[in-house]
């Protein structure tokens, strides 16, 4: 069982971080929830002490014999902080420790995640910016907040990430055991996801059982380890991940202009998405209606290949990541079809995954075993799928490393 520290701060969205209580206590987490005073003012002790199955304080004199101020920190795996005002993370950026939860901070040395939430003036003054960099420096995680409506009528970035997101987040840290690296700082990746359908007639569509699980996944792992994203999300009914801006597209055609468009100046591209092959050669423009009589068959086209066409166009430097549904047959097994796709492709590395029934679409967890152009492979456990979208971009990561040695962030250094 891993021990969370849940710290939450006096905004507006801490009646959020409720639902992402409950969802880290549901995936089998000890959280203890340390609230600032601003907070229990939004959100009372007794829901909190009920939903952590905790008792909740907010000062250091409470339970003082038990010195809770040091003990939380300690035995923290992680700590998450929810809604991070800019007051709150002005105090940890300047080491301020009145309260239980900034002692915490400071004694804590397990992976300590920010999640802000704040209006747009706010997240965007030169104080927050400083503050922001000063936590990141340190090796603390500090997310991008989300864009959207804000308190009153206001609309803006500064809205707090989805509860389900940030509890992925959480689960993936609590599996690495350890911060992640702002090793994509200034970098511009572009991530495919989600299934294209390929209209019939006004009604009706080809497609596939995707639902961008993965793809949204490695979106969101790539704006916390620092980079510009650009997801191209094709069907896929999930929220926009914080920090990451969001291409919306339906066919495969519409899905290869938005990705070539974006993919200009990107660093390295993720074709996670499920990509018909073909679409009919002509759509109806109205419904097909039965009739009686056996059905026409379809005629069909064959679709662009986008990863293809992005290997031959490729900029120096560049990386190149596909994905591979596959199914064994009579001819090969799944990896046999990923190594051949890897050789036609020329990508950089492609991740083999196995589908049917109960795997990879659809499913909150994914395997797979990412092939190297170079012949290297790396089998990936069954896990969430932030972790191996995780894992996915240390293979792209290296790569980019290897290819300009003089780029990257500093080091976290942590109590600093």
Known sequence: MSHVVLGVGGGIAAYKVADLLRKLVEAGHDVRVVPTAAALQFVGAPTWAALSHHPVAADVWTDADEVPHVRL?????????????????????????????????LTARCPVLFVPAMHTEMWEHPATVD????????GAIVLDPATGRLTGADTGKGRLPEPAGIAQLAQLLLHRGDALERDLADRHVVVSAGGTREALDPVRFLGNASSGRQGFALAAVAAARGARVTLVAANAELPDPAGVDVVRVVSAVELRDAVHRAAADADVVVMAAAVA?????????????????????VPLTENPDVLAELVAAR????VLVGFAAETGDDTATVLDHGRAKLARKGCDLLVVNAVGPGMAFGQPDNAGVILGRDGSERVLERAPKHVLAAAVWDAAGALLAKSHPSHGSPAPQRGE
């Open 315 to 318: 900029r120096p430097g560049a």
């Open 277 to 297: 092959d073909f679409r009919p050669a002509d759509t109806a423009a109205h419904k097909i209606k039965k009739d009686g009589t056996a059905p026409a068959p």
């Open 73 to 105: 920190g300690r035995e923290a795996d992680l700590v998450v902080v929810a809604p991070a005002t800019a007051d709150l993370l002005a105090r940890a950026a300047h080491g301020l420790a009145d309260d239980l939860l900034t002692n915490t901070l």
């Open 131 to 138: 503050n922001v960099a000063t936590l990141r420096r340190r």
